[in-house]
């Protein structure tokens, strides 16, 4: 499925799986200052915020993040 994300300030689409996490989309992307903390996002080292929200990127998926805005902290 296609996404579209504002990420850092630049308008993105991104194809994504329904179970990729918005992590796993970050890392690949090359954005490696976001890490895994673990599955249930409890260490926040995965944090970014999402339209001005600080979420857990290891927590939640992709697919959520459709129509936002994400900064990388």
């Given amino acids: 499925m ?3 994300i504002t990420l850092n300030e630049e308008a993105r689409t991104f194809e994504v799986e329904p179970h990729e996490t918005l992590l796993h ?3 690949g992307d090359g954005l490696v200052s976001v890490h895994y903390g673990s599955d249930t996002g409890e260490t926040g080292a995965a944090a970014v915020l999402v339209d001005g929200h600080l979420v857990n990127a290891d927590a939640m998926l992709a697919a959520q993040a459709d129509g936002h805005e994400v900064i990388t902290v």
């Fill in 25 to 27: 989309l970050l890392r």
């Fill in 2 to 4: 296609n996404i579209q």
